[in-house]
C-alpha cells in the first residue's frame, strides 16, 4: 500500500506567477483535501475534493483552486502568486466524504514547499 | 468560529521527564480530536485520534485524553526522550476539515 506522495518537494516562483502543485492520494482513498502551513503555525483548511468535485472551501480566495481526477489524484493552484503565498502545502487523503460529510483519518503527504519572492 | 488553541507555544525538558501538551477547543461539536507529531520542514506523522465518543487513547508512552465538555485534550508523554523532539500538533475535526492550534514545539534535551 502506498502512501500519500507529492510533488514537487521544493518550489520557488515570483509574485504574479502562477503553480501547480500535485497530490497522489493513498490507495484505496477517493477524498482529498489541501492544508497550507505559514512558517510557525499550524495547517489551515484550503478545500477538500470529493469523487472529483469540491466539498467544502476553508476561507481562501478564488484564485486558489483544485482539481480531482478519476484515479483520485489532485492538483493545486494558485494565480497570482502573493508573498504570503509562501508555505508548506499540505495533501491529505481519506476514505468518505461528502455522502457521509465526515471523513475517516485524513493520511498527510510530505508536503511542498512554495517560495514566493 | 472554530479556534484551537495550544499551551506552551515551546517547552524545553530534560531526558526522562514525563510532560503534558494543552490543547483547548472552542466549538465542542467535534467528530474527534488527533494529535500529530511534526519533525522541521515536514509532514505530518497521526499519533493518536480520540473519537468524540471516547475519553481517551494511548500507544506506547503516549496517552492522550478529551474532555468534550470543557474543550479540552491532554497529550500525555512519559519518560521523554531526545528523539521526541519535535513540534506537535492537535487537531480537531469539524465535518469534513481539521482545525489546528499553531503546535507546541518541543526539545528535550540530552
Known amino acids: 500500500e502506498t502512501g500519500v506522495t507529492q510533488s514537487p518537494t521544493h518550489l520557488i516562483k515570483t509574485r504574479g506567477q502562477q503553480v501547480t502543485l500535485r497530490c497522489s492520494s493513498q490507495s484505496g482513498h477517493n477524498t482529498v483535501s489541501w492544508y497550507q502551513q505559514a512558517l510557525g503555525q499550524g495547517p489551515q483548511f484550503i478545500f477538500q475534493y470529493y469523487r472529483e468535485e469540491e466539498n467544502g472551501r476553508g476561507n481562501f480566495p478564488p484564485r486558489f483552486s483544485g482539481l480531482q481526477f478519476p484515479n483520485y489524484s489532485s492538483e493545486l493552484n494558485v494565480n497570482a502568486l502573493e508573498l ?6 499540505l495533501c491529505a487523503s481519506s476514505s468518505g466524504g461528502y455522502s457521509s460529510r ?13 517560495t514566493v519572492l | 468560529k472554530q479556534e484551537v488553541t495550544q499551551i506552551p507555544a515551546a517547552l524545553s525538558v ?10 483547548s477547543f472552542t466549538d465542542s461539536a467535534i467528530y474527534n480530536l488527533q494529535w500529530f507529531r511534526q519533525d522541521p520542514g515536514k509532514g505530518l506523522t497521526s499519533l493518536l485520534l480520540i473519537q468524540s465518543s471516547q475519553r481517551e487513547q494511548t500507544s506506547g508512552r503516549l496517552n492522550a485524553s478529551l474532555d468534550k465538555s470543557s474543550g479540552r485534550s491532554t497529550l500525555y508523554i512519559a519518560a521523554s526522550q ?3 523532539s519535535a513540534t506537535y500538533l492537535c487537531a480537531v475535526e469539524y465535518g469534513n476539515k481539521l482545525v489546528f492550534g499553531a503546535g507546541t514545539i518541543l526539545r528535550v534535551k540530552s
Open chain 2, 14 to 23: 530534560p531526558e526522562g521527564e514525563n510532560l503534558v501538551l494543552n490543547c
Open chain 1, 84 to 89: 504570503d503565498d509562501s508555505a508548506l502545502y
Open chain 1, 102 to 114: 465526515h471523513t475517516d483519518t485524513q493520511y498527510f503527504g510530505p508536503g511542498t514547499r512554495l
Open chain 2, 82 to 84: 531526545p528523539g521526541d
